[in-house]
């Protein structure tokens, strides 16, 4: 059985930074073939994709919305994915989400209709991150 646990959310004074992970159990083959995306959703708001990662023929395809480009950063290391968040604001008060689907395209217009579709079959519980004023 596929689950996925997030953690490394908080409460944090704006500026700060923070490194969320995510747990991939029950795959084999290192996550090849996955397409693997980070999302949050603020209170009263739809979950919206931040960062995700394709993983396929031994390299690991990323990508960012223009919204959320240069603000974080994805990563994925041995059935754990990683974002790491800098200067963060208190708009990214938020729970955050990591998603994960068999199947994929390194095409960033693939990746892109693939995190707006939000259509993934294995989710997190998510993790709350509050950044203060």
């Known amino acids: 059985q596929v689950q996925l646990a997030e953690s490394g959310g908080g409460s944090v004074p704006a500026g700060e930074s923070l490194r969320l992970s995510c747990v991939v159990s029950g795959i084999t083959g290192l996550l090849t073939n996955y397409f693997l995306t980070w999302f949050r959703q603020a209170p009263g708001t739809e979950r919206v994709g931040i960062a995700a990662?394709?993983?396929?023929?031994?390299?690991?395809y990323k990508y960012y919305p223009d919204s959320a480009q240069g603000r974080f950063t994805i990563s994925q290391d041995n059935g754990t994915m990683f974002l790491q968040s800098d200067n963060l604001k208190p708009e990214d008060t938020a729970l955050y989400y990591c998603?994960?689907?068999?199947?994929?395209?390194?095409?960033?217009?693939?990746?892109?209709?693939?995190?707006?579709?939000?259509?993934?079959?294995?989710w997190g519980q998510g993790t709350h991150v509050t950044v203060n004023s």
């Open positions: 998603a994960a689907r068999r199947g994929g395209c390194p095409a960033r217009t693939v990746m892109s209709a693939l995190i707006s579709s939000v259509d993934f079959n294995l």
């Open positions: 990662v394709y993983i396929a023929s031994g390299s690991a």
